[in-house]
């Protein structure tokens, strides 16, 4: 498998791209989009789940439906921050096989776990933390093809990466309904269960919502093997990418991260269940879906954008719309469980949602030039040797710091939803966590005007 480690990888060069780097940066992608959109999808699988679940006889209290919501997300991005570091220690093509392959485990242990109404509430936990090895491939992706492309254009190739792998949210949210409707698998799925709410009743094949992907990671899994590179010159040890804790900037990344992805897909794990307690008389299947579909389709815009108009200026205009977009969903709920106008309600996610997705792709944007500049490889004046090294140290760093980042935004799937359940446990309502991420949004417009965006800011990107 020698042809498949390239020894010589220079994107910044414009000659070696136009005749060799281009087309193996492009299949790479192209190979690492259909992985990650799986990921996407088997870890976000009980947003969807946990709704039917009541209806088909299981005894799970509100908190307990929400702690499988969250749980997912507490452990991928946990796993996530061992994941960044992997691509330069075993190559992106070993691990994005490894990755990928490893969905294979929550996937088939939801489909049999969920045909059992006395299945144990624990074994239901532990699956719920095994989807997190979706959560986690996220972080090696986009590390990994963080090194293919070259600064102008990586923007637009991690917008296309992030945004096209998170629709594999929405595109769950939407086909898992339609798949457990019906005995997709034959005799080979299993039994039906019967679904129940007053007095209508129904089959469901909610094993479909694990087993549905099964054919796919299987397909995945042998396409990154036989299609995917590993890049020689990427490869580095922990300890040489453990410089970024040390850096600045890439804590402050974290944060802003923290309040675009974080919130895409803290939203994606919540809002089924936040609309089945606040608008009961809605099917949240039937809507669930679109606001991360629209967060995922917009994010490789906001990647463009960013490329375009400069990854801070997007991001401090982008986060002061989510800020507004949140004051608009609590103009919209429910008061004390009456009125309340779901439309709107939806539309102020929806927009929401697609804030989340340009600030996606502007942030991630950001942190390449970061480290480039701090690295002095946009300063024409060094030599070349001295530049050749500093592009590569600033590449490891980036990639180091793009994967570390998602893995902290990515608490987000565990702290939102849980903290619309323990706001509508303590006091009603989930008024108190939606202000809290109003005064979140805030510190973040702060930090990206003070840092990034002003004039003479520290480092302008």
Partial sequence: MATRVLTEWKPEDQTFWDSTGKAIATRNLWISIPALFLAF??????????VNLPNLGFPYSTNQLFWLAALPGLSGATLRIFYSFMVPIFG???????????LLLPAVGIGFAVQNSATPYGVMLVLALLCGFGGGNFASSMSNISFFFPKAQKGTALGLNAGLGNLGVS???????????????????????????????RQLWLQNAGFIWVPAIVLATIAAWFGMHDIASAKSSFKEQSVIFRRKHNWLMCWLYLGTFGSFIGYSAGLPLLIKGQFPAIDPTKYAFLGPLVGALIRPVGGWLADKLGG???TFWNFIVMAAAVFGVLAFLPEGGVGGNFWGFLAMFIILFATTGVGNGSTFRMIPIIFLTQHGCLDADEGDVRQAQALKDAAKESAAVLGFSSAFAAYGAFFIPKGFGTSITLTGGPEAALYGFIVFYL????????YYSRRNAEMPC
């Fill in 41 to 50: 999808a088997v870890w976000m699988v009980w947003s969807v789940v946990v």
């Fill in 92 to 102: 992106g093509r070993l691990w994005t096989t490894i990755s990928t392959a490893s």
């Fill in 171 to 201: 595109a769950m949210q939407f086909l898992v309904p339609v798949v457990i409707a019906a005995g997709v698998f034959g005799a080979l799925g299993g039994e039906p269960q019967t679904w129940v709410k007053g007095e209508a009743t």
């Fill in 312 to 314: 801070a200026r997007v």
């Fill in 443 to 450: 510190s973040c417009i702060v930090m990206t005007w003070w």
